[in-house]
């Protein structure tokens, strides 16, 4: 011992201090709980960047459950086996068929809307949807939700969940027609709330997509005479010219060479013929009817008319079947144009079009292809060069689809978290008024702790509102749960929905993040912990009442830190293997049974939350200063926090150890140094350092300067 000593500058003194082998030891295994925690934290930092990466990797190891022919006689109420044939496209899903025909359509939320569950793990609900657009039934198929301790039973899941059937998609909140929409289950907010939000984005995507729903796609059905003029002017038609002198410029080298004039070297008319306005208008009845008639889905026609010395058509796309000088582009797509569907026109029955040459119509589709998005389609000219070889140009004729012919798409249930925030508006109000005035107990601390009475009043005030209004009333109590939910999160694919829905955790947790950078957990434990509130409160009690407390030795205080760093890599740890055994292994934390249920659990439950209490009373904050792993994951990176707020004075550790025996966690060593990662805030040190009735050196001043001014 007397070999090892080393000399470091004591940041709380700004004195040189010496540190003994244990000392040292304490402050190596401190340091490299930081790095592992660092290391640890690292990855939720990094994930972000990478969650986008990872989760496609994620999804495609995890197949959808696909329905059996039972399961879907079951979701449609049939009394014969229906056949369940698979499609993946437009929407991926499963058609149901019966010896009537179309029974409907089932599709998955995982594979769909990528749902993914309080845990991180996949959420993945069947929905059946009918051909009238309404839900016919969904069913829980896999989920990893910590149901049974969060205190449901799967019947309770299984019934939220079969209360969406018979949801109309044209009016999902039911405001016409159509039952209402499952109350959410208050003990699973977040679990109900994904499989809602889930259930109807994967009900409407699967409607909209397999043509069930009017909306979201072209419109079909509605027709107004108009003339080749009108459907330009409104760009239903699009148009461009060449001429042959441009064309001459652009195809110099070539033999023959192109003659020169403004006449057409190519003019070209393009438009889709699938709304009844533009198609039965250019093509007549007869050939609209026989062109869109021959449609599969998600297939549409467009029309194609040329005038000038180029061909759009050519000739090579009699052998090979490709029509090589024209391509389809849309964003990255790039699709060539074939005879699978090719119809040549001979004669538009339309008055006022222009002399055409050539007049096509080609069946395009698929491959991700969206009419209703803005594409354009390029002619590639190209003539023998000279030298040899080609030489060729691109002309390029966009085309939008004009709005008026795009229906709009049904109306879509407002998400869960929108309506969950617009309903707590005022309790979340409250909340982020009790961050602020914290955040201005701690800026102006120097003048709250040279007011014993004042600090005093304040602090217990603070911790009765977090106790019964945050805690008891709001239900605002943090967990270790949301830490390795959303580190889980962060590598299996984040959604910011997930954590929206619960509004009150979710203004916590912004602020105590943005309060770790510069006060560290104190934040959060000191102020706005409604349990560590509850303790606190019961042991001033207890101290009032006359409780006797207990000091536990230093070493021995120390060495039971490790417990609750323990406990929480093991948790953390534990949710790579199974959420559902980490999230048992959470409930060493007592706050669901004293906060959230407010004591109304089992027995075993409530007594551990009385023995915890029990322990408080002869030992301050028992429970945070030994078990509790969200404290020790907040404390992680105290060391980051960017200020030291708290003062020390040269005499504290080596004249006096009063604050190390009134500290509230005994975050205070023997030679007086604060330690960051156990400090909760709550300025009682400062005070007492504060009060010259108090702290012995401010008497012995005072005892000092008294006699000096009664003299003058
Ligand atoms: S240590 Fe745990 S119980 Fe104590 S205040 Fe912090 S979070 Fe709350
Ligand atoms: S007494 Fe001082 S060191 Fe102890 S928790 Fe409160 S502020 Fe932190």
């Known amino acids: 011992m007397t070999g090892f000593k080393k000399t470091r500058l004591d940041l709380n003194q700004g004195n040189p201090a010496i540190l003994t082998r244990q000392e040292a030891m304490n402050w190596f295994g401190a340091k490299q709980l930081f790095v592992a925690a660092i290391a640890l934290l690292g990855v939720g930092f990094v994930a972000p960047a990478h969650s986008q990466a990872l ?24 009394d014969a086996l229906p056949v369940v044939l698979r499609d993946d496209a437009p929407v991926p899903g499963w058609t149901v068929t019966g010896p009537d025909g179309l029974v409907g359509h089932i599709a998955s939320t995982w594979e769909v809307a990528g749902s993914v569950g309080y845990s991180g793990r996949p959420l993945d609900v069947l929905v059946a949807v009918e051909p009238e657009g309404r839900i016919a039934a969904a069913q829980l198929m896999r989920h990893s939700e910590p149901i049974l301790t969060l205190g449901l039973s799967d019947a309770d899941i299984e019934r939220f969940v079969g209360g969406f059937a018979g949801i109309d998609l044209m009016d999902p909140d039911g405001v016409k027609t159509g039952p209402d929409m499952p109350d959410i289950i208050s003990r699973a907010t977040v679990s109900t709330g994904v499989i809602r939000d889930s259930i109807l984005r994967t009900a ?30 409104e760009q239903a038609i699009s148009h461009i010219r060449v001429t042959l002198s441009e064309a001459r410029d652009r195809l110099a080298g070539s033999t023959p060479p192109v003659p020169t004039g403004d006449a057409p070297f190519v003019e070209l008319w393009i438009a889709l013929a699938d709304p009844p306005t533009i198609g039965r208008n250019i093509l007549g009845q007869q050939q609209y009817s026989r062109a869109v008639g021959a449609l599969g889905p998600g297939e549409v026609v467009l029309f194609v008319a040329s005038r000038g010395l180029y061909s759009h058509r050519g000739t090579a796309w009699r052998r090979s079947g490709v029509f090589d000088r024209l391509t389809l582009v849309q964003g990255q797509l790039r699709l060539p144009l074939t005879d699978a569907g090719y119809i040549r026109i001979d004669k538009l029955p339309i008055a006022d079009a222009p002399d055409l040459k050539e007049r096509s119509l080609f069946r395009i ?37 004009p709005g008026r012919y795009v229906l709009a798409p049904p109306p879509e249930a407002a998400p869960l978290w929108r309506q969950t925030w617009e309903d707590k508006k005022v309790a979340v109000v409250t909340v982020a008024a009790m961050q602020v ?3 201005l107990i701690l800026l102006f601390q120097e003048s709250l702790v040279r007011r014993p009475r004042l600090w005093r009043a304040t602090r217990l005030t603070f911790l009765s509102v977090t106790l019964v209004w945050l805690g008891w009333v709001l239900n605002g109590q943090l967990s ?20 929206l829905i619960e509004p009150i955790i979710f203004t916590l947790w912004g602020g105590v993040a943005l309060g770790l950078l510069f006060w560290g957990r104190g934040v959060f434990c000191g102020w706005l912990c409604p349990f560590g509130a509850l303790q606190e409160l019961t042991n001033q009690l207890a101290q ?4 006797r407390q207990i000091a536990v030795p230093h070493a021995l205080h120390e060495r039971l830190w490790i417990i609750k760093y323990t406990l929480f890599v093991a948790i953390l740890a534990l949710s790579f293997y199974s959420m559902k055994d980490a999230l048992i292994l959470a409930e060493a934390e007592p706050f669901k049974t004293a906060i959230s249920m407010r004591m109304m659990r089992g027995w075993p439950f409530v007594l551990f939350v009385l023995v915890l209490l029990g322990a408080g009373l002869f030992i301050e904050r028992f429970y945070c200063r030994y078990l509790c792993p969200l404290g020790a994951a907040l404390g992680i990176p105290a060391k980051l926090k960017v200020f030291d707020w708290l003062h020390r004075r040269p005499q504290c550790g080596r004249e006096c150890r009063l604050c190390e025996t009134k500290c509230t966690v005994g975050a205070i060593d023997p030679l007086g140094r604060i330690n960051p990662n156990e400090c909760v805030l709550c300025l009682r040190c400062q005070v007492v350092m504060n009060d010259d009735n108090t702290c012995p050196v401010l008497k012995r001043r005072k005892r000092q300067t008294a006699p000096a001014s009664a003299s003058t």
């Open 204 to 233: 409407r995507t699967l409607a909209i997509g397999r043509g069930l729903l009017p909306g979201g796609g072209i419109d079909r059905v509605g027709f107004d005479p108009a003339s080749w003029a009108v459907l330009q002017a």
């Open 55 to 78: 989760r496609p990797a994620f999804e495609q190891t995890i197949a959808p459950v696909a329905p059996t022919a039972q399961l879907a006689a079951q979701m449609f109420a049939l």
């Open 365 to 401: 589709g698929g491959n991700g292809f969206d009419p209703t998005e803005p594409f354009a389609l390029e002619l590639t000219a190209s003539r023998p060069a000279a030298v040899g070889g080609d030489v060729s140009f691109v002309v390029t004729i966009p085309y939008a689809l």
């Open 437 to 439: 005035l914290l955040t």
């Open 480 to 499: 270790v749960v949301q830490v390795i939910a959303f580190l889980q999160s962060l590598l299996t694919g984040f959604h910011w929905e997930t954590f």
């Open 544 to 547: 009032k009442l006359g409780v």
